[in-house]
């Protein structure tokens, strides 16, 4: 296993934006911070803007990994800037294939667990002015994921990252996206695995249920 460190903490209100001449407001615009104060709900001076589909419980911390990073640069050519994909935390050292569905982390004071990976959304095209990024980000499996809160605290840029809690089950990030958006011929047997894991996130409990319905 990598050490696992912090790169960046990032925070940020919803703004007003414009993207090919059309307006649009997002929580996606995060600034670099000295500080992330985590609560159960979510952190402080951090919001989304379309609550359906944003935030909650199961989505507090959104994470996106660093070494993605790299790749995005190298494949379109142009530096990106912190928080380039909407995350409050950028690790170094926890890919969506290193982390499991009910993992358990402890970042500075707040324990945090992963909840889902995250389901990408055009807007991370209109962040980057990249209309590529939401296709390629699909097609890799590079799309971060989220953790709920189980302590609140506060998390700071040399706050170390502990692993306190191994899921069982094994069911990492990337496997869920891969069968998702990947598979030709999803199992339901897989999916009742996934299912069965209690720590999932409401909102990948029914994309699931749905494609179990749609093979049976």
């Known amino acids: 296993m990598h050490t696992r460190e912090i790169i960046?903490?990032?925070k940020g209100l919803p703004k007003d934006s414009v993207y090919k001449n059309e307006p649009y407001v997002s929580g996606i615009w995060k600034e670099q911070t000295d500080e992330l104060d985590v609560g159960l709900e979510q952190i402080n001076g951090d919001q989304v803007a379309n609550p359906e589909y944003h935030g909650g419980s199961d989505r507090v911390v959104c994470v996106y990994p660093f070494e993605?990073?790299?790749?995005?640069?190298?494949?379109?050519?142009?530096k990106l800037t912190p928080s380039a994909f909407g995350e409050n935390l950028t690790p170094k050292g926890m890919k969506e294939d290193e982390v499991c569905i009910g993992d358990i982390f402890q970042i500075g004071e707040a324990v945090l667990q992963v909840s889902q990976g995250r389901y990408p959304c055009s807007t991370i095209n209109k962040r980057?002015?990249?209309?590529?990024?939401?296709?390629g980000i699909i097609k890799t499996g590079y799309t971060g994921y989220f953790f709920r809160v189980l302590e609140e605290g506060k998390i700071t840029p040399d706050s170390q990252i502990k692993k306190l809690f191994s899921h069982p089950a094994q069911i990492t990030v990337s496997s869920i996206h891969h069968l998702y958006f990947h598979d030709s011929s999803p199992s339901i047997e897989v999916i009742d695995k996934i299912l069965a894991v209690?720590?999932?996130?409401?909102?990948?409990r029914t994309y699931l249920?749905?494609?179990?319905?749609?093979i049976r």
Do not use: I, M, T
């Open 8 to 10: 960046y903490l990032s």
């Open 68 to 78: 993605h990073y790299a790749y995005w640069e190298s494949v379109f050519v142009g």
């Open 128 to 135: 980057n002015n990249n209309n590529l990024l939401l296709k």
């Open 198 to 204: 209690k720590e999932l996130a409401g909102q990948w």
């Open 209 to 214: 249920l749905d494609l179990k319905e749609k």
